[in-house]
């Protein structure tokens, strides 16, 4: 593919996030940057959350893990239909009906001070660590069919990246997040479409119905298993997958708060009621894309990468039509996209609210600057976290992704199941202790699983484990009287 046509085709696309970002932060004020003055159309937020949600782990890396562990990846996704229902008749409610900027000041009302900023830090670290490896995942293929030939060394790349989400988001804030969101997740759909048509007519696909048996005869569309010992066993990822919704979706900041510039509850319970369903029809596309791409390597004898997240880059830059190539180009770049620019408009958000609380300590006219500072220090942050990827990761990015949350999401679990479900009151100074502890102690038994439980190797339900050790240190540490 030529880099001076990609080049080409990735500045013309700035160039419109740059038009969008220019008309939506006119005459915005500081509380627009947090909630968008709560005028979002709920219709615009359900399809503009699809690619946040998707990001480019699920435009790489699913397709590409159907080699290595076939359609399991789907039994997580229904487990996200669980998941979303319950965000939406339990933590929607909750939010809206406390009038919540940042999710997790609820802590504070509920526990206390150290509880509050418990919640918030690990939200921080854990989207911080998250989202700069959905990021790292992009920007390495960006390297590989751009960057390598304009003799730009990675770092340099990486910094260009990080730097445009920056000039468009450090003004508008969640207002402009949202309509971008909207046209990446526009670019992503379109894209995998493309790709699919390109490859069905390399195929010889006579149409949508041989789409169909062609994808579920191949023995990689399997899609339940039932061994109790693997990782990928159904109800495994399945529970799994409704608790990696919960904490990845209804308790973090970055996606509750596009929720949460809809006008009302009513608005944002329907965009996440459709969000789910055209969700869990996006990620099917996905999967039987990972099929075909695996029968097109095959047809035509070419030598697979050794990193599953490399097939459908290699495949796409190297061996589709051109213009197939420069439409990946577009989807990749907007799933990276999608998902880092809200990303770093929720942590400027978290830290600005939850620990500056830059409402209560600073006069109006110095919110801006100040918020300002956090979000070009947070760039900084990400910018280094995507380095460090680069030096150390070796799995495919969709598994690194779910091992971070479940370690780093399962003290907010812990948390917010205890304020819920029961009346307690805790000892709020022992919080940061106890949720240091559990992932700990999660990871101490989830690594020596098999030795102990008679072969049982812990998946991503190693999330719940650490959630129900951080629900009982609770307990365990709760107020007597």
Not at 41 to 50: D, K, Q
Not at 130 to 158: E, H, K, M, T, Y
Not at 194 to 200: E, L, P, R
Not at 254 to 262: A, E, I, V
Request: aromatic share 18%; net charge neutral.
């Amino acid at each position: 593919m030529n880099p001076q046509t990609v080049l080409i085709v990735i500045a013309c696309y700035f160039l419109l996030l740059f038009v969008i970002s220019w008309l939506t932060s006119r005459k915005v004020t500081s509380d627009t940057f947090f909630t968008g003055d709560r005028q979002s159309p709920w219709f615009l937020v359900a399809f503009g959350m699809i690619g946040a949600s998707l990001s480019g782990v699920t435009f790489i890396s699913v397709p590409g893990e159907v080699g290595n562990t076939n359609f399991y990846y789907f039994q997580v996704v229904l487990g996200y239909t669980l998941g979303y229902f319950t965000i939406a008749k339990v933590l929607l409610p909750l939010y809206y009906r406390l009038n919540l900027i940042s999710i997790y000041t609820y802590l504070e009302d509920r526990f206390g001070f150290y509880s509050y900023k418990t919640g918030a830090f690990f939200f921080i670290l854990s989207r911080t660590l998250g989202s700069s490896l959905r990021v790292f995942l992009v920007a390495s293929v960006l390297q590989l069919i751009l960057f390598d030939s304009l003799g730009i060394p990675f770092w340099v790349s990486v910094l260009i990246t990080v730097g445009l989400i920056w000039i468009y988001t450090h003004k508008g804030g969640i207002k402009t997040v949202v309509w971008t969101d909207t046209l990446q997740t526009f670019f992503m759909l379109a894209s995998v479409v493309v790709c699919i048509i390109v490859v069905g007519d390399a195929l010889e696909f006579s149409g949508i119905s041989d789409y169909f048996s062609r994808v579920s005869e191949d023995s990689r569309s399997s899609i339940f298993n039932w061994d109790w010992k693997a990782g990928t066993n159904f109800f495994k990822q399945f529970i799994s997958g409704a608790f990696i919704t919960i904490v990845m979706t209804g308790l973090d900041q970055d996606m509750m708060q596009k929720n949460l510039t809809c006008r009302n509850i009513g608005d944002a319970q329907k965009n996440m009621f459709w969000f789910t369903i055209i969700l869990v029809f996006v990620n099917l596309l996905f999967l039987g894309l990972g099929v075909m791409l695996y029968l097109f390597a095959e047809t035509q004898g070419l030598a697979l990468p050794e990193k599953s997240d490399e097939l459908f880059p290699f495949l796409a830059t190297q061996h589709f039509p051109a213009y197939a190539g420069i439409i990946f180009v577009l989807g990749i770049t907007a799933a990276a996209y999608s998902s880092a620019d809200s990303t770093l408009t929720a942590l400027t958000t978290s830290f600005c609210i939850d620990f500056l609380e830059i409402e209560r300590k600073y006069p109006k006219e110095r919110q801006v600057a100040v918020r300002k500072k956090v979000h070009l220090a947070f760039t900084f942050i990400m910018f280094l976290a995507i380095l460090i990827f680069h030096w150390i990761n070796d799995q495919s990015v969709i598994n690194s992704v779910f091992i971070i949350a479940g370690y780093t999401y399962g003290p907010l679990l812990g948390l917010y199941a205890f304020g819920l479900f029961t009346k307690m009151k805790v000892q709020d100074n022992m919080v940061p202790f106890l949720a240091v502890a559990a992932p700990l102690i999660t990871f101490f038994i989830s690594s020596n699983s098999e030795r102990w439980f008679w072969g049982y190797k812990f998946g991503f339900e190693a999330l719940i484990l650490n959630g129900l050790l951080m629900f009982l240190g609770l307990y365990l540490f709760r107020q007597k009287n």
